[in-house]
């Protein structure tokens, strides 16, 4: 509720006040004769009734200038002040109004005041103003619980607070749907602003309305209540999502470790999590089944859950979660996935995902061998053996695997079944026709944990490589622009140029980096003849990150385009790594190399490639 505020308009103005003044002028010397006195006028501007009333008041007078102002309340006496304002409070016994105040809420009172001149005149009509208890009453909001309208269980908390502005809230009187029942509580002081709140635990289905008013140290009350209309649904339950790496139906690798993860939501519907609201499982089925004593087994709060690579053998398994509400209603979710036991034997697998609409453009590619070079590979198209005819002669339906290149299978993702017989994958990407998503749907991230190498080109890097790969690169990503070369920076690798026929303005990505600081050369940042390119190596500053290529059109920072994760080598300071590299087998090797890579040159693209495949991951 807003204060009442008594503005009255100015009955003389300015100009007219100098108006006045010229003609009485003129009229003394016309007939020797002084104007007769214009007597002041006043007006209230304020008045703010409660347990300390304040007045606010002004006066005006056309002919002079207003001296002093006389006041009362009801048929009291007249007391006289220079004031514009006045303050009375009830409990002041100096105060000629110390018992000043209202015996009820609706009692009336009259407060006057009139304006005395330089003239010695009195206004004739006193301003007045009538107020009561009741004229400025508290306001209450609705700060936490159902929106309007929204659908909740049974279990709703409500929480709200008031204010008042000629006093303060004392207390809170609510009611559920029948406003002839009132319940009143004090309200409570948070961070200086009195709140109240009310849990409904066992509300019936269907629909309801809330109401609550403030009521001040008066003893006035919010004459237009806060309300919220809302529905009820029985058996609603809490909203459990699963966040987790792995899907349900999905794939991993044995011996990878994993951490399973969710989310909860109750506040949708108002409901509440107990103490202990949630049990989770890996192959254990305890507990899981909807009946009553099963909602006792092992209840913990938690949000995640590790699994060590120990306990993932190959074969079938099963996570379980579930959880519950004060009112035992519960939710659950299982993921079954398959481990395959990682046994590299076949070498290397090309997946293509890039679409045939591409034609000569990617085909050529192919046909030049240039994603793998002179190694024997095999073949899997994402698009399906339906798309492989049409990628111009590649002999992709051979029928041995004798054959340098060989048509696996497609269609689809590939799968723990499939990645599990080769150490090295090319990964032919683009983001154009779904085979972005199938890259995500293929368990790349565990394939690399579990030793598997992969090369991954791809003119939308960062889409590819989000979460764990990127941290896996130890990249940080930059804007993208279209460049006409990007030279190598890592000895024996080759430039990365347009092929001429169709990409000779340049290769566009959006897979800039960054790699932070370098151990090898504070220039990288500099102009490009300041680099002792490319006579050593540039490692990031853990040493297992190294760069290849870079975009040299703005050194304001170093955009890289080719990036090597080697998690499993030491380097030491301006130290290049040895050839082919051996030892117990840990987190495979990942290489990112950014740009429409159909349109690289084919010689220089089949040359690195090759020498990646050969002197970075060993391959035969």
């Not at 000895?491 to 000779?504: E, I, Q, V």
């Not at 082919?580 to 690195?608: E, H, M």
């Amino acid at each position: 509720m807003k204060t009442k505020r008594f503005l009255f308009p100015l009955k003389a103005g300015l100009g007219i006040l100098v108006v006045s003044f010229v003609f009485w002028r003129c009229e003394v010397e016309t007939t020797g004769e002084p104007r007769p006195n214009t007597l002041p006028e006043t007006y209230i501007s304020e008045i703010s009734p409660g347990v300390a009333t304040r007045v606010s008041w002004y006066g005006t007078d056309s002919d002079g200038r207003v001296e002093s102002f006389e006041y009362r309340w009801d048929e009291g006496s007249w007391i006289a002040t220079a004031s514009l304002d006045e303050t009375f409070p009830v409990d002041d016994p100096a105060s000629p109004y110390a018992d000043f105040g209202f015996a009820d809420l609706e009692e009336q009172r009259t407060f006057y005041v009139r304006a005395i001149d330089d003239r010695g005149g009195t206004d004739p009509y006193p301003a007045s103003a009538t107020v009561s208890a009741n004229t400025v009453k508290p306001e209450t909001q609705i700060i936490e619980g159902p929106q309007f309208g929204e659908t909740y269980g049974p279990d709703v908390r409500f929480k709200w607070s008031g204010v008042d502005k000629d006093g303060s809230v004392v207390g809170f009187e609510y009611a559920m749907d029948d406003v002839t029942d009132w319940t009143y509580v004090a309200a409570v002081d948070e961070a200086g602003t009195p709140v109240g709140e009310r849990s409904f635990l066992d509300l019936a289905a269907g629909a309801h309305i809330f109401y609550v008013r403030s009521v001040d140290d008066m003893g006035a009350m919010d004459q237009t209540p806060a309300q919220t209309p809302f529905n009820v649904v029985a058996g609603q339950k809490p909203l459990l999502v699963s966040t987790s790496p792995i899907v349900d139906g999905g794939g991993w690798f044995a011996a990878v470790g994993v951490t399973f993860s969710w989310t909860i939501n109750v506040e949708y519907y108002g409901g509440q999590l107990p103490e202990g609201y949630a049990t989770y499982a890996f192959d254990d089925s305890t507990g899981y089944s909807d009946d009553a004593a099963s909602l006792q087994y092992s209840w913990r709060p938690a949000l995640s859950f590790d699994i060590e690579g120990s306990d993932i053998a190959p074969g079938d398994h099963t996570f379980y979660v579930k959880v519950r509400d004060t009112q035992g209603t519960v939710s659950k979710f299982s993921i079954g996935f398959g481990a395959a036991g990682f046994n590299p034997t076949k070498g290397i697998l090309v997946v293509n995902g890039v679409s045939p609409a591409y034609g000569p453009e990617i085909t050529e590619m192919y046909d030049s061998s240039a994603y793998w070079g002179t190694t024997d590979v095999d073949f899997w198209d994402l698009f399906g053996s339906s798309s492989s005819p049409s990628i111009s002669t590649m002999p992709v339906q051979t029928a041995s695997a004798d054959d340098p290149f060989y048509y696996v299978g497609g269609g689809g993702p590939t799968t723990p079944d499939v990645l599990k017989d080769y150490s090295s994958v090319v990964w032919v990407g683009n983001a154009y026709l779904g085979d972005l998503e199938l890259w995500l749907l293929s368990p790349i991230y565990p394939y690399l944990l579990a030793g598997g190498n992969i090369i991954l080109t791809s003119r939308y890097g960062e889409d590819f490589c989000i979460g764990p790969l990127t941290d896996y690169l130890e990249i940080s990503w930059r804007s993208a622009e279209t460049a006409t070369v990007y030279p190598h920076i890592a000895p024996g690798l080759k430039d990365l140029t347009p092929f001429s026929s169709y990409r000779s303005g340049g290769i566009s990505a959006t897979g800039y980096f960054s790699m932070g600081s370098y151990t090898n050369n504070d220039a990288l940042s500099h102009y490009h003849e300041d680099l002792p390119f490319p006579e050593d190596w540039y490692h990031n500053s853990s040493g297992t990150s190294t760069l290849l290529f870079y975009n040299d059109t703005d050194w304001s920072y170093v955009r890289g385009m080719g990036a090597w994760a080697h998690p499993n080598l030491e380097l030491g300071d301006n130290e290049a790594p040895t050839f082919p590299v051996t030892g117990d087998a840990k987190k495979g090797n990942f290489v990112f190399i950014s740009g429409r890579n159909y349109g690289f040159n084919r010689q220089n693209s089949a040359f690195n490639f090759d020498y990646i495949l050969t002197n970075f991951f060993g391959e035969p």
